[in-house]
């Protein structure tokens, strides 16, 4: 540890934190290291008084930090990222363990940390004024007051600041639930965040998927800020309808990335390849359907299976990986069926094994479907995992509404010389984030959401700090 570090964090051992304070709990669980397939440290679950203390507490919290002025809320939070930064080592190790993840995709994640908070330090709350003979219009946003965010496994660092930042900034309390499968980072996280900030301002309490479901019901908690399944997101919806909370849904996605025929194949074929493939395909805006011009689709197909045999898969610290394992054993049994179902139906293997058997942890080769039907499995549903299909297109109208056909609207690609034509196509697909010339991407200046299926709002840059606000419109009549 750097003699320079002003705190010492135990990343042992892992608590609930709760009115400012480490909690423990009678019940423990664990979570799996996805490489090993071993048991990592024991976490409390934190039970429904601990999550009922904490809602208390961010209530408590609430009147004297959304009446702190922004320019000491944005110092905070900039203390809090210069702290972290202390500590990405150490964040990186854990991150490493909990989610499986090659060193430098972890670093990637967690060095993101502070930019994130600083971006979004830089933003002012909008507001407009209008003005006639008779009065003048503040059209102004105030906190909401108690926020839950509740997180999934894929990015458990940077999907939990992407919450804690714009709400804290905004002046609402949060109180984070990581997810039972990666606990360890977002734990610590909070953990750290009692350094700077005052008691109850933002909390964790994790365990399992019920103390998700009792945030979404609870009469204090003014807002759920979720991001996981669609599953699940409908279930949260329902539930918050209850007491009318406001609801930002961030959920999965089956993303189509459209190849151009005058794309340079050796340049962009490698790069479909990471959209597929990032972080094992456990990305909501993964590249989850590739559709590739008839006249360059044996070429670019054969480029896109050189560029994934050169993927290393392998655990975090191994020289040159690209790729870790699943996650979870959950997403692992679910990834394998969309092997199974491929090797039923006779689909051909342009790249990977249909038969998923690693000898420990939970690898899977990255893997091509060369042309599955329309209706098959791997076309129509996500699989969260390394296994992507590819299929020609000829007719530009046809292949725009086969992008479309689908109930998600996550992010999409399209790839192309021709930049004008590439960003005319983008402008027609039917979902939240849209690149041109590159992969899924999403950064913090913007804001992140999904049309049809995909979610409900959005957050991150200016726009998505509104999802943390109410209107406050002040009219004054003039006397
Ligand atoms: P999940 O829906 O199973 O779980 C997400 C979180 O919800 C977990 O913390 C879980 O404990 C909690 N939860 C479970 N049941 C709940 C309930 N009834 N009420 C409230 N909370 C509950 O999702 P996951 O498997 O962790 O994550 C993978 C999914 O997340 C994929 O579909 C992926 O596309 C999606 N995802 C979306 C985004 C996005 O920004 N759009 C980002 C990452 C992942």
Redesign the pocket.
Known sequence: MSPSKVSTLDFQSFHNIVDGEKRSSKDIHHGINPTTSEDLWGVPIATEHDLNDAVASAKAAFPSWSQTPIQKRKELLLKFADLFSQYVNEFTDLLCKEAGKPRKAASIEVSGIAGFIQYHCGLDIPEEKFEDDEKTVYTEYMPLGVCAG??????PLI?SIGKIAPALLTGNTIVV????FTPYTGLKLVELAQEVFPKGVVQAVGGN?EL??LL?LHPDVAKISF????A?GK??ME?SAKTLKRVTL????NDASIILPDVDIKKVAPEVVQGAFQNSGQV?VATKRIYIHESIYNEFLQEMVKATKAMKVGSSDEEGVALGPIQNPMQFEKVKEFFADSKAKGYKFAVGEPDVAPPKGFFVQPTIIDNPPNDSRIIQE?P?GPIVPTQPWSDEEEVIARANNTNTG?GACVWGKDVEHAAKIARRLEAGSVFVNSWEKPTPQAI?G?HKE??IGGEWGKTGLLAFMNAHVIHVYKN
């Open positions: 509740i997180i999934p496994w894929n990015f999907l639930k990581p997810s039972p998927n998700g479901a979404t991001t996981g399944s669609i699940t279930k949260v539930a961030e959920l999965g996605g909501c996500e969260f996550l992140f999904g995909s979610g």
